[in-house]
T-cell receptor, first 119, second 114 residues
Framework: NAGVMQNPRHLVRRRGQEARLRCSPM?????VYWYRQLPEEGLKFMVY????????ESGMPKERFSAEFPKEGPSILRIQQVVRGDSAAYFC?????????????????FGNGTRLTVT | DAKTTQPTSMDCAEGRAANLPCNHS???????VYWYRQIHSQGPQYIIH???NNETNEMASLIITEDRKSSTLILPHATLRDTAVYYC???????????????FGKGTHLIIQP
């Protein structure tokens, strides 16, 4: 059973360009979470999605950032008009159940991240 | 949200047991204690979790005190590859307010010495 797959592993963008980060959850997982880790800092929650729905985006910057998890295909984190401060590692995690179910006891499994560098 | 307190760093000799403490004195009755670790340049790796009973798996053991205000993660025979940042996380329960249930603090940087 393959783990959470993220691509690309490394992404370099110039200021003002768009960055698209992809995440394929583990097989059978319908819940996806995105986290950001700035250099020398801890992981910060950004957004939680279930298939076709954004459940919680309280950690996502209001502008330039968006996320989706379509019925078919991977989850996408999109950053428009990137700035140097967006340089970070972006991690995706998945779980088979979400926090609003009675069987809420499933660990999140993380991918190895996409390292975004904005030049 | 219940918060956790961990030492910033710890050393352990290779082959010895590594005991990582965590305080979570404001934990609620239906909140789980989770442990993850992050090896440099990799994503966080799930280790173990528990509610009130001690737990053991192929990676580690989790000892939770009877009052649930603290816990200890035990790596029984540490190897150099166990050098990582270890995160103790109290997972927000159903209806607890946090949607994702995983809030990472600064963790403990465990260094295994040869």
């Amino acid at each position: 059973n393959a783990g959470v797959m993220q691509n690309p592993r490394h992404l370099v963008r110039r200021r003002g360009q768009e960055a698209r980060l992809r995440c394929s959850p583990m097989k059978g997982h319908s819940h996806v979470y995105w986290y950001r880790q700035l250099p020398e800092e801890g992981l910060k929650f950004m957004v939680y999605l279930q298939k076709e729905n954004i459940i919680d985006e309280s950690g996502m910057p209001k502008e330039r950032f968006s996320a989706e998890f379509p019925k078919e295909g991977p989850s996408i984190l999109r950053i428009q008009q990137v700035v140097r401060g967006d340089s970070a590692a972006y991690f995706c995690a998945s779980s088979p159940t979400g926090p609003y179910t009675s069987s809420y006891n499933s660990p999140l499994h993380f991918g190895n991240g996409t390292r975004l560098t904005v030049t | 949200d219940a918060k956790t307190t961990q030492p910033t760093s710890m050393d352990c000799a290779e082959g010895r047991a590594a005991n990582l403490p965590c305080n979570h004195s404001t934990i609620s009755g239906n909140e789980y204690v989770y442990w993850y670790r992050q090896i440099h340049s990799q994503g966080p790796q799930y280790i173990i979790h528990g509610l009130k009973n001690n737990e053991t798996n192929e990676m580690a053991s989790l000892i939770i005190t009877e009052d649930r205000k603290s816990s200890t993660l035990i790596l029984p025979h540490a190897t150099l590859r166990d050098t990582a940042v270890y995160y103790c996380i109290v997972r927000v329960a159903l209806g607890g307010g946090g949607a994702d249930g995983l809030t990472f603090g600064k963790g403990t940087h465990l260094i295994i010495q040869p």
